[in-house]
């Protein structure tokens, strides 16, 4: 057993009416052995709350916590939901309850917050790491989603400049953002998929801003080789071609290049399941009013 003894048990309906918690026979020995108060810690709280501990008891045939219906109801908790149980100090009669739902959002937040505040890549590397493994999803798939939701939850804007003037030098890509990209797209090129390790190990790209003048968006930014960087820069670029806000086609010097863009495909299968549920929404509207 670890130093703080830890068990969890699943949320029955009946017990979740009832406001308490069923304790399982096996864990009794952890617990008072009259009835009597408890002191509870809530999930990540350092507040003590005092509840009642019931010792088994033959009718009801189980121990319990009971006092919850407060922390099920601020804390929306569903039947089938885990809660963790540990003891923080056995003989002072100490306990942490908390929802196993509801600490894994917070500790998906904090990652999320790290990963943006980010200044250098391996520490966003290591906030992405500890991304997948609070939500239980690949490092590329989170990748994914995080520039999903940034470009939804935000809009093109000025590209901030470091050094005005004739010496003029645009702000270089945010760390977060360049791992998301690297690890989206495996640092190869979004038009022909070209990249070199590098003596640190990591795959060599670049990141370019179709508009050097708008900020780091991610529907501004595409990974790309130094070539292909140049071409953006020195060659004739015309005929974009767009799917849902993001560039899935271009021509450099007459050449039509598909643009590899796994964003528009989830950005199209997003608005496909939008309507679908909308027009749902509607026929079941229709039906009741008829």
């Given amino acids: 057993m670890s130093e703080r003894q830890h068990f969890t048990i699943r949320v029955s309906a009946s017990r979740l009416e009832k406001g308490l918690l069923a304790i399982p026979q096996k864990f009794k020995s952890l617990f008072p052995e009259t009835r009597g108060p408890i002191a509870i810690f809530f999930d990540n709280e350092k507040d003590l709350n005092e509840l009642t501990f019931q010792p088994y008891d033959p009718v009801v045939k189980e121990n319990r916590v009971l006092g919850l219906a407060r922390w099920f109801s601020a804390r929306a908790v569903r039947k089938g939901d885990l809660v963790s149980i540990t003891v923080e100090d056995q003989g002072r009669r100490r306990y942490r309850i908390a929802l196993d739902r509801y600490v894994l959002e917070l500790q998906e937040l904090s990652a999320r917050q790290g990963l943006k505040a980010a200044e250098t890549e391996p520490e966003a590397e290591r906030q992405l790491s500890l991304l997948a493994h609070v939500t239980r999803r690949r490092p590329r798939v989170v990748a994914k989603d995080e520039l999903l939701r940034i470009a939804s939850e935000s809009v093109p804007a000025p590209r901030p400049t470091v050094l005005p003037g004739i010496a003029e030098r645009h702000e270089v890509v945010p760390s977060a953002i360049r791992v998301l990209l690297r690890e989206l797209h495996g640092g190869k090129c979004q038009l022909c998929s070209f990249t070199f390790e590098k003596s640190s190990g990591g795959p060599y790209f670049e990141v370019h801003h179709l508009d050097a003048h708008l900020g780091h968006h991610p529907r501004n930014l595409l990974v790309v080789c130094p070539n292909c960087h140049a071409q953006f820069e020195y060659a004739s670029v015309t005929d974009f071609r767009w799917a849902f806000g993001w560039l899935v086609g271009v021509t450099i010097n007459g ?36």
């Fill in 255 to 290: 050449k039509r290049l598909s643009v590899r863009q796994p964003l528009a495909v989830d950005s199209r299968l997003g608005t496909t399941i939008a309507l679908v549920v909308l027009f749902t929404a509607i026929r079941v509207v229709k039906r009741l009013a008829e």
